[in-house]
C-alpha cells in the first residue's frame, strides 16, 4: 500500500457508499456533496438502528400493539426519502417530504397516547428544526406551519375529546415525557451537529474560493475594481499598485477619479453609468501616474483601456427588484500606453510620408520649371546662331545670343549643383576640409559678388563686418557657400527700395552671422519648415522668383556639419532675419557610421559618384 493511499476506516468506507448513492448533479459541487450527505446518512443510519432494534423490543416488549406495528413501519419513510434524493437530487423536494413524514409519525403516536399532552408532541419542535438544514426560506416556512397545524389540530381533537384517552398510570406517563423529551433533545443535537458540519464545509468553500480568487487578483497583471454608479471605487485589485505606483488604497472611494485627465472624465462615468444600467461598455481614458518605479521615465499619463459591465445582471433583469438603480458595476483595466505610442508613431510615420510625397511633388514642379526654362534658351538661341547665314546675323547678336546661352547653361550648373551637394550631404559623404582663414575676407568677397545684383534690383547691400576678427578654422568654401545663399535670399526676397545688412561678430569661441533683409516675410506655417529640401514659400503658382528650394537646405547642412547653430526670424510683410553661430576652431566628431548625415526627411536620394566642386567662381 502506498504512502499517498487512504486508510481505510469505517467513517470511509460510509463516506464511500454514500458517494456512490449520490445524484449526479451533486458530485461536483462540494458544499452540495456535502448537504446531501447530512440529509441521507441519519436517516439510514436510524432506520437501520431501529430495525436492528426491533427484535430485541419484540423480546423485551412480547406481542406489539397495532399503532407499535404501525411506528417501526414507518421506520422506512427514511430509507424512501434517501431514495428519492439518490434518484431525482431534489433536495428541497426531500426536506418537505421529510418534514410531511415526521409530522405523520408524530400524529399518529400522538392521536393514540393522549394528543397534546402525549410525550410525542414534543417532536413536533423538531420538524421545522429539521427543515432549517435545508437552507431554503421555503421549505423552512412550509415546516414551521406544518408544525403549527399539527399542535392546533391536536388541541382541538383533545378539546372536543375525539382522541382516546392514554391507558398509561402517572409514574409511565412521566417515564414517557422524559423519553419524548430526550429523544427529541438528541435528536435536534444531531441536527445541530449537522447544521454546525454544513456551516462549517460553506466556510471553509468559501475561504478556498476567495483565495483563489484573491491569487488570481494578486498575479493579474490587469486590475480589477467594483465602482458604484457614480464612480466610487469599493474594491481594487493589488494590481493597480504596480500599474499607477501608488498604494491601492489611496484608490478607494473617488481617489481612482481624481486621477482620471480631467478631459477624460465624462467619458469615463458615461461608460461606469451606462455599465450601471446593464450595457457592456469599453472607453480608453487617461490616468495619472506616480513616477516612482516607472518603466517608461517620467511619464505623468498613462493611457487605459476599462472595459466595464454589470456585477449582478441576473438582478437587473428581475421585473420585481426594487434596487436595480443601485447596481454596481466590475471594471477591468489595462495598460494600453504602449499601444497608443505606437498608434501615435504610426500617425506620425503617415503625415511623414504625406509631406514627403507632397515635397517630390512639389520638386517635380519646380525642376521641371527651372530646368525648362534655360533649355528652351539654350536650343533656341543655339539654332538661331547655327542659322546665321539665313537669318543674317550680325557679330553683335552672336555675342548676345551666346552671353544669353552661357547664363542659362550657369543657371543649370548651379540647379545639378545644388541637387548633387544636397545628396551628398545628406548621404553622409561630404567632408569639411577644415583649414584656417580669415572669415572677414571672405564675407567681404561674397558681399562684393552680390553686390552689383543688389544695385540693379535697387536694394541697398550694407556690410559690417569688424576690421579685428579673428582666424577661425573650417572649411572656406562651406563659409562661402553659407553667405552666399542667405545673402543671395535676402536679396530675391526684398522690394525695391529695400536694405538687406549682413553682419559678422565674435565672441571667444565662436563666430554670428546675422543676415537681415526687409523684404516680404514668411507666414508662421511656413516657418516650421524653413530648411526642409525643396520646399518654398507661399504657393507654388503664385511664386515671383526662380529657385529649388535647396539653398537654406543646404545651409542648414553646412551648418550642421560645422556643428554650428542657424535660426530663423520672420513676419510676414516685415523682413527676415537668420542668425549663424559657428565655432571659431572646428573639431571634427570621432568616426562613426553615418555621423555626418543629416536627419532631414526627404522625397528621394542621389548616389553620385563625382561632384562638382561646391563653390563656384562667377565672372
Given at each position: 500500500?502506498?504512502?499517498?493511499?487512504?486508510?481505510?476506516?469505517?467513517?470511509?468506507i460510509?463516506?464511500?457508499?454514500?458517494?456512490?448513492?449520490?445524484?449526479p448533479?451533486?458530485?461536483?459541487?462540494?458544499?452540495?456533496?456535502?448537504?446531501?450527505?447530512?440529509f441521507?446518512?441519519?436517516?439510514l443510519?436510524?432506520?437501520?438502528?431501529?430495525f436492528?432494534?426491533?427484535?430485541?423490543?419484540?423480546?423485551?416488549?412480547?406481542?406489539?400493539?397495532?399503532?407499535?406495528?404501525?411506528?417501526?413501519?414507518?421506520?422506512?419513510?427514511?430509507?424512501?426519502?434517501?431514495?428519492?434524493?439518490?434518484?431525482?437530487?431534489?433536495?428541497?423536494?426531500?426536506?418537505?417530504?421529510?418534514?410531511?413524514?415526521?409530522?405523520?409519525?408524530?400524529?399518529?403516536?400522538?392521536?393514540?397516547?393522549?394528543?397534546?399532552?402525549?410525550?410525542?408532541?414534543?417532536?413536533?419542535?423538531?420538524?421545522?428544526?429539521?427543515?432549517?438544514?435545508?437552507?431554503?426560506?421555503?421549505?423552512?416556512?412550509?415546516?414551521?406551519?406544518?408544525?403549527?397545524?399539527c399542535?392546533?389540530?391536536?388541541?382541538?381533537?383533545?378539546?372536543?375529546?375525539?382522541?382516546?384517552?392514554?391507558?398509561?398510570?402517572?409514574?409511565g406517563?412521566?417515564?414517557?415525557?422524559?423519553?419524548?423529551?430526550?429523544?427529541?433533545?438528541?435528536?435536534?443535537?444531531?441536527?445541530?451537529?449537522?447544521?454546525?458540519?454544513?456551516?462549517?464545509?460553506?466556510?471553509?468553500?468559501?475561504s478556498r474560493?476567495?483565495?483563489?480568487?484573491?491569487?488570481?487578483?494578486?498575479?493579474m497583471?490587469?486590475?480589477?475594481?467594483?465602482h458604484?454608479?457614480?464612480?466610487?471605487?469599493?474594491?481594487?485589485?493589488?494590481?493597480a499598485?504596480?500599474?499607477?505606483?501608488?498604494?491601492?488604497?489611496?484608490?478607494?472611494?473617488?481617489?481612482?477619479f481624481?486621477?482620471?485627465?480631467?478631459?477624460?472624465?465624462?467619458?469615463?462615468l458615461?461608460?461606469?453609468?451606462?455599465?450601471?444600467?446593464?450595457?457592456?461598455?469599453?472607453?480608453?481614458?487617461?490616468?495619472?501616474?506616480?513616477?516612482?518605479?516607472?518603466?517608461?521615465?517620467?511619464?505623468?499619463?498613462i493611457?487605459?483601456?476599462?472595459?466595464?459591465?454589470?456585477?449582478?445582471?441576473?438582478?437587473?433583469?428581475?421585473p420585481?427588484?426594487?434596487?436595480?438603480?443601485?447596481?454596481?458595476?466590475?471594471?477591468?483595466?489595462?495598460?494600453?500606453?504602449?499601444?497608443?505610442?505606437?498608434?501615435?508613431?504610426?500617425?506620425?510615420?503617415?503625415?511623414?510620408?504625406?509631406?514627403?510625397?507632397?515635397?517630390?511633388?512639389?520638386?517635380?514642379?519646380?525642376?521641371?520649371?527651372?530646368?525648362?526654362?534655360?533649355?528652351?534658351?539654350?536650343?533656341?538661341?543655339?539654332?538661331?546662331?547655327?542659322?546665321?547665314?539665313?537669318?543674317?546675323?550680325?557679330?553683335?547678336?552672336?555675342?548676345?545670343y551666346?552671353?544669353?546661352?552661357?547664363?542659362?547653361?550657369?543657371?543649370?550648373?548651379?540647379?545639378?549643383?545644388?541637387?548633387?551637394?544636397?545628396?551628398?550631404?545628406?548621404?553622409?559623404?561630404?567632408?569639411?576640409?577644415?583649414e584656417?582663414?580669415?572669415?572677414?575676407?571672405?564675407?567681404?568677397?561674397?558681399?562684393?559678388?552680390?553686390?552689383?545684383?543688389?544695385?540693379?534690383?535697387?536694394?541697398?547691400?550694407?556690410t559690417?563686418?569688424?576690421?579685428?576678427?579673428?582666424?577661425?578654422?573650417?572649411?572656406?568654401?562651406?563659409?562661402k557657400?553659407?553667405?552666399?545663399?542667405?545673402?543671395?535670399?535676402?536679396?530675391?526676397?526684398?522690394e525695391?527700395?529695400?536694405q538687406?545688412?549682413?553682419?559678422?561678430?565674435?565672441?571667444?569661441?565662436q563666430?554670428?552671422?546675422?543676415?537681415?533683409?526687409?523684404?516680404?516675410?514668411?507666414?508662421?506655417?511656413?516657418l516650421?519648415r524653413?530648411?526642409?529640401?525643396?520646399?518654398?514659400?507661399?504657393?507654388?503658382y503664385?511664386?515671383?522668383?526662380?529657385?529649388?528650394?535647396?539653398?537654406?537646405?543646404?545651409?542648414?547642412?553646412?551648418v550642421?556639419?560645422?556643428?554650428?547653430?542657424?535660426?530663423?526670424?520672420?513676419?510676414?510683410?516685415e523682413?527676415?532675419?537668420?542668425?549663424?553661430?559657428?565655432?571659431?576652431?572646428?573639431?571634427?566628431?570621432?568616426?562613426?557610421?553615418?555621423?555626418?548625415?543629416?536627419?532631414?526627411?526627404?522625397?528621394?536620394?542621389?548616389?553620385?559618384?563625382?561632384?562638382?566642386a561646391?563653390?563656384?567662381?562667377?565672372?
Amino acid at each position: 500500500m502506498s504512502r499517498s493511499a487512504r486508510p481505510v476506516t469505517v467513517l470511509s468506507i460510509i463516506r464511500d457508499c454514500l458517494d456512490a448513492l449520490l445524484h449526479p448533479s451533486a458530485r461536483y459541487d462540494a458544499l452540495t456533496r456535502a448537504r446531501h450527505r447530512a440529509f441521507m446518512a441519519p436517516r439510514l443510519l436510524g432506520s437501520l438502528a431501529a430495525f436492528a432494534a426491533f427484535p430485541v423490543y419484540l423480546v423485551l416488549r412480547g406481542a406489539p400493539s397495532a399503532i407499535e406495528v404501525a411506528a417501526f413501519a414507518w421506520l422506512i419513510a427514511p430509507i424512501l426519502l434517501s431514495w428519492f434524493l439518490s434518484r431525482t437530487g431534489r433536495y428541497e423536494g426531500a426536506h418537505v417530504l421529510s418534514s410531511l413524514a415526521l409530522a405523520g409519525l408524530i400524529m399518529a403516536i400522538a392521536a393514540t397516547t393522549g394528543g397534546i399532552e402525549s410525550f410525542a408532541a414534543i417532536w413536533l419542535v423538531v420538524v421545522p428544526l429539521e427543515a432549517a438544514l435545508s437552507a431554503s426560506r421555503r421549505v423552512a416556512a412550509f415546516a414551521s406551519v406544518l408544525a403549527l397545524s399539527c399542535a392546533a389540530l391536536l388541541i382541538l381533537l383533545s378539546q372536543f375529546g375525539w382522541l382516546p384517552s392514554g391507558e398509561l398510570s402517572g409514574t409511565g406517563r412521566s417515564m414517557m415525557m422524559a423519553f419524548g423529551v430526550a429523544s427529541a433533545t438528541l435528536y435536534a443535537a444531531g441536527l445541530a451537529f449537522g447544521a454546525e458540519s454544513l456551516a462549517r464545509t460553506s466556510v471553509t468553500l468559501l475561504s478556498r474560493e476567495e483565495e483563489r480568487y484573491r491569487l488570481l487578483a494578486r498575479n493579474m497583471s490587469d486590475v480589477i475594481s467594483r465602482h458604484q454608479r457614480n464612480g466610487a471605487v469599493q474594491f481594487i485589485s493589488p494590481a493597480a499598485e504596480a500599474m499607477l505606483g501608488m498604494p491601492a488604497a489611496q484608490l478607494l472611494g473617488h481617489g481612482l477619479f481624481d486621477r482620471v485627465h480631467v478631459a477624460d472624465r465624462p467619458a469615463y462615468l458615461t461608460a461606469l453609468s451606462d455599465a450601471a444600467r446593464g450595457d457592456v461598455r469599453s472607453v480608453e481614458f487617461r490616468l495619472r501616474r506616480d513616477p516612482i518605479g516607472s518603466e517608461r521615465g517620467q511619464i505623468d499619463f498613462i493611457w487605459v483601456e476599462m472595459r466595464c459591465r454589470p456585477l449582478d445582471q441576473d438582478q437587473r433583469q428581475n421585473p420585481y427588484n426594487d434596487v436595480a438603480a443601485d447596481l454596481e458595476v466590475v471594471a477591468v483595466m489595462r495598460d494600453v500606453t504602449d499601444r497608443k505610442l505606437s498608434e501615435q508613431a504610426l500617425d506620425q510615420a503617415r503625415s511623414a510620408a504625406e509631406a514627403a510625397d507632397a515635397a517630390k511633388t512639389r520638386f517635380l514642379a519646380t525642376m521641371s520649371h527651372e530646368l525648362r526654362t534655360p533649355l528652351n534658351a539654350i536650343i533656341g538661341f543655339s539654332e538661331m546662331i547655327a542659322q546665321e547665314q539665313a537669318l543674317m546675323l550680325a557679330a553683335s547678336q552672336r555675342k548676345e545670343y551666346a552671353e544669353l546661352i552661357n547664363a542659362s547653361g550657369q543657371h543649370l550648373l548651379s540647379v545639378v549643383n545644388g541637387i548633387l551637394d544636397m545628396s551628398k550631404m545628406e548621404s553622409g559623404n561630404f567632408e569639411i576640409a577644415s583649414e584656417p582663414f580669415a572669415p572677414r575676407a571672405a564675407l567681404m568677397h561674397c558681399c562684393n559678388l552680390l553686390a552689383l545684383k543688389a544695385r540693379e534690383s535697387g536694394i541697398d547691400l550694407i556690410t559690417d563686418a569688424p576690421q579685428d576678427l579673428p582666424v577661425m578654422t573650417g572649411d572656406p568654401r562651406a563659409f562661402k557657400q553659407i553667405v552666399l545663399n542667405l545673402v543671395a535670399n535676402a536679396v530675391k526676397f526684398t522690394e525695391r527700395g529695400g536694405q538687406v545688412t549682413v553682419s559678422a561678430s565674435a565672441s571667444a569661441s565662436q563666430l554670428t552671422l546675422r543676415i537681415s533683409d526687409t523684404g516680404v516675410g514668411i507666414a508662421p506655417d511656413d516657418l516650421k519648415r524653413i530648411g526642409a529640401p525643396f520646399f518654398q514659400c507661399g504657393k507654388t503658382y503664385e511664386r515671383r522668383h526662380e529657385g529649388t528650394g535647396l539653398g537654406l537646405s543646404i545651409v542648414k547642412s553646412l551648418v550642421s556639419l560645422h556643428l554650428g547653430e542657424l535660426t530663423v526670424q520672420s513676419k510676414l510683410g516685415e523682413g527676415t532675419a537668420v542668425t549663424v553661430k559657428l565655432p571659431l576652431v572646428y573639431t571634427p566628431p570621432q568616426a562613426k557610421p553615418a555621423a555626418s548625415k543629416i536627419a532631414t526627411l526627404t522625397p528621394q536620394r542621389h548616389d553620385v559618384q563625382d561632384q562638382p566642386a561646391l563653390v563656384k567662381k562667377s565672372a
